[in-house]
């Protein structure tokens, strides 16, 4: 079990050294491969998928994602140990809010969750 202190250190160090040191290009292709973007798309869809992925961030729980940001900015210099501790922390934290009741409502109720950030 690696959490999010995981996925920070397994972006290839060796990948990025060899991009920054070569300066060679990267196709969008590539990058979508090694994971330098999470998306690749097309010219004429491309507003219209940033809108979509803009819309569905904005949906989501602020306070999960404000939570798990901080996880992944604090991931590079912490343990393991203690980024799980962390997660910890905050799975718990989020568990006292409104958003996490709302999102078992909404499954129960079989609906979008709406999310207020409380």
Do not use: N
């Not at 920070?8 to 292709?29: L, Q, Y």
């Amino acid at each position: 079990m690696q959490g999010a202190a995981g996925s920070c250190r397994d972006s290839s160090g060796r990948r990025a050294g060899d991009i920054i040191f070569t300066g060679r290009d990267v196709s969008a292709t590539e990058a979508e491969r090694i994971g330098l973007v999470s998306a690749v798309w097309a010219a004429d869809a491309f507003a219209s998928r940033v809108d979509a992925y803009a819309a569905q961030l904005a949906s989501g729980p602020p306070i999960a994602f404000a939570l798990a940001k901080r996880l992944l900015l604090a991931s590079a210099d912490a343990t393991l140990d203690q980024q799980l501790r962390e997660e910890l922390t905050h799975i718990k934290r989020c568990f006292a809010t409104a958003d996490v009741r709302e999102a078992m409502a909404a499954f129960k109720e079989k609906r979008a969750p709406v999310f207020r950030g409380e």
